[in-house]
């Protein structure tokens, strides 16, 4: 989970944590060994010695970071590893505050667990699952108190959808409007922001912080008293996790971590929205982490107490969702992130973002081996997956083989190609063309080719697996590729427009609408009307759809635009502080939007999220509102063909002329590759 006070709320996993975090995290997992977590795979392991001694592993992880790489872009960290129901090591590296120049201690600094947090959730839910007050096949409206999800697709969602990422839901990061002078409950917030399931459930993979939260909200209708007493008691309280909490307490704020940025300057610590979140709310030291890891390793046991039976546990761990057996994804509750590193074994783990914190946790249960390791700063925020490569090679090494070949003919190949697009945020996509007995596969990682190596499963020449996953027809629907929450949908051919000319934006305007356009056929318009101009209303619309926002349900705020057709992208925009109106009252929705009005609202939402904020000199002169905001999208390079230069090469960028439809389509192009490419 994230957080972005800046934003008034905005929580992970939505437009902040996805812009500015997510894409700079795990991407490539891919292997050319194309390896299977069965005992078979195991055996063919050329080492898996494990971890043995409290000295050894000590001495692995201070070689590890002393590395200059690491020092470099580290603040603190806390690094526990668990072997054979012992705690091994948990030891401290670095300041969990530069000001006073406190060390990291590994049992009392406390740190934003973020998604580690789901982890706890799964096991409280599968404790209601051994205790018959919930079933994980069984429709979970059943436990909603007469709160109904309305449901596209025939399909009821389980709790095994849930705790899977698979619930189908249209909206599975979430953004809040608290203000800040409201304490908003879980139960309010569910309330406020169920989603529609629109993709049946069960069928595809999408990174679901929604869906914790409502196991959460589910756990404490069945128990009859709040989600975070009921983890404590059952959990934290068995465990001995003395320093862990979902509460932010007054000791929790006394013992917690600072927070860094990527330029090393401290974050301002930030309250929980709502106050108890079961998807990334959680407090916790690497200490406490240990013991909960030796009770998944034990059986489910921590010394005299049983959190969850040994049946339990194995049903935990086991792979619920995968394409094939050699990519798995998801476990109940944990993640298959980082596969590159697994070198034959059947590893699961959970990870965790927040501004400021990033963690990893992994466990090796046929070897009752875990390791978890945390930081506190976003420089570092890549750590996680490579002290985790640095352990599987050093403990667990595997040589590499040589994928086989698995021809294809050039007929075969043709259900492959096509767009697919990124489930959790539109703006990522690749496009997938045949070559000889290959495919090609272009996006935001640039040109690849993939080659066949098994049934519907490629490799790169970098190592990414890439497999495809066929519907009940047989058609090619998903790909697993490159990024590890979320799968690929394949979208429908890209619509011919007869009034787009083979210009400078015919680019632009094609692939902007891959951005837009619907999952599903339907009915499509033959016209583009690139030299149009684009209304406010309409461009908020499409910034909505561009970060992939739940449209607000809230009354609209602007007098005008009530009962308008983007009235709900209005208030969702308005409510994050990111669109204001032409008055206190009014917003002119259908009055054509100025070049500089675009270029202000998406300086706000940048600003907002922590894109580097850089300027150029301008030409022209804008609006002095807007004065900032042109020169940050020169500066960033978001224009196209649309503006002209002065004799001195200085951009003038028409900042009071209408905005286009076809100059719209190469902002939404250029935004795309800033936020996949970086600035």
């Known amino acids: 989970m994230k957080k972005k006070s800046a934003l008034k709320g905005l929580t992970l996993m939505t437009v902040g944590a996805l812009f500015s975090s997510l894409l700079a995290g795990p991407t490539a997992f891919g292997d050319p060994i194309v390896w299977s977590e069965s005992k078979a795979g195991l055996e063919q392991t050329a080492a898996h010695t494990g971890p043995m001694s409290s000295v050894e592993v000590e001495q692995f992880a201070d070689d590890f970071f002393n590395r200059p790489e690491i020092k470099k872009k580290l603040v603190g960290a806390a690094f526990t590893i668990v072997a054979d129901n012992k705690v091994l090591l948990n030891k401290g590296y670095g300041y969990s505050d530069l000001e006073t120049k406190t060390f990291v201690d590994p049992e009392q600094t406390i740190f934003r667990m973020a998604s580690i947090s789901k982890v706890m959730t799964a096991t409280a839910v599968m404790q209601l699952v051994e205790q018959g007050k919930i079933n994980l096949d069984e429709d979970i409206e059943k436990y909603l108190g007469g709160m109904t999800i309305t449901n596209h697709t025939g399909t009821p969602v ?58 959460g909200y589910i756990i404490q209708r069945m128990v009859g008293y709040p989600f975070e007493e009921y983890i404590q008691k059952h959990i934290f309280e068995p465990l001995n996790m003395k320093n862990s909490d979902f509460l932010m307490s007054a000791q929790v704020k006394k013992q917690l971590a600072t927070g860094y940025g990527t330029n090393g300057q401290p974050k301002e610590q930030y309250p929980n929205d709502p106050v108890i979140m079961p998807d990334g709310g959680m407090f916790g030291t690497s200490g406490d982490i240990a013991q909960f890891m030796l009770a998944h390793l034990n059986e489910g046991s921590y010394g005299s107490s049983q959190i969850l039976s040994k049946t339990t546990i194995e049903e935990m761990h086991r792979t619920q969702v995968e394409v094939q057996e050699q990519v798995p994804t998801m476990a109940l509750g944990f993640e298959k992130f980082y596969r590159h590193a697994y070198h034959g074994q059947m590893v699961i783990g959970k990870g965790g973002d927040l501004p400021g914190y990033h963690s990893w946790m992994w466990l090796i249960p046929e070897h009752k081996i875990g390791g978890f390791v945390i930081t506190n700063s976003d420089a570092s925020q890549d750590i996680g997956e490579e002290l985790f490569t640095a352990f599987m090679d050093h403990y667990y090494p595997q040589e590499k083989q040589k994928a086989k070949d698995w021809p294809l003919h050039s007929n075969e190949l043709d259900q492959y190609t096509g767009t697919y697009r990124y489930l959790r945020q539109p703006y990522l996509f690749f496009d997938i063309v045949k070559q000889k007995g290959e495919l090609s596969i272009s996006g935001p990682n640039g040109t690849h080719t993939l080659k066949p190596v098994g049934d519907q499963l490629f490799v790169d020449e970098e190592g990414n697996q890439a497999v495809f996953k066929k519907n009940s027809d047989g ?99 308005a ?58 999208l020169v500066g960033a390079g978001i224009y196209g063909p649309d503006v002209t230069k002065n004799e001195e090469g200085i951009v003038n ?27």
């Open 158 to 215: 389980t709790m095994r959808h849930l705790l899977t990422h698979t619930s189908g839901f249209d909206f599975t990061d979430y953004i809040s409007s608290n203000n800040g002078n409201h304490v908003q409950s879980l139960t309010e917030f569910i309330e406020a922001n169920l989603p529609t399931v629109i993709r049946t459930p069960g069928e595809s993979y999408r990174y679901d912080n929604f869906a914790f939260n409502l196991q």
């Open 475 to 573: 058609k090619i629907t998903y790909l697993d590729y490159i990024l590890p929450d979320s799968w690929f949908g394949k979208i429908p051919d890209l619509p011919q427009y007869s009034d787009v000319a083979n210009d400078d934006y015919a680019g632009a305007i094609y692939r902007s609408t891959k951005l837009f356009m619907s999952q599903h056929n339907e009915k499509r318009s033959t016209h583009y009307y690139p030299d149009e101009a684009i209304t406010r209303g309409e461009f908020a619309s499409q910034l909505i759809q561009f970060a992939n926002l739940r449209p607000s349900d809230k009354p609209v705020v602007f007098k005008d635009a009530e009962g308008h057709k983007y009235a709900s992208a209005i208030q969702t925009l």
């Open 575 to 632: 409510d994050l502080g990111i669109l204001v109106g032409t008055s206190t009252e009014m917003f002119d929705p259908d009055r054509k939007i100025s070049r500089q009005e675009a270029a202000t609202i998406l300086w706000r939402l940048s600003s907002s999220v922590d894109l580097p904020i850089i300027s150029a000199e301008i030409a022209d002169q804008p609006a002095p509102w807007a004065v900032d905001a042109v020169k940050f």
């Open 653 to 679: 960028y028409r900042s009071q002329e209408p905005l286009l439809r076809k100059e719209s389509a190469v902002i939404w192009d250029c935004f795309s590759r800033i936020l996949t490419s970086g600035l």
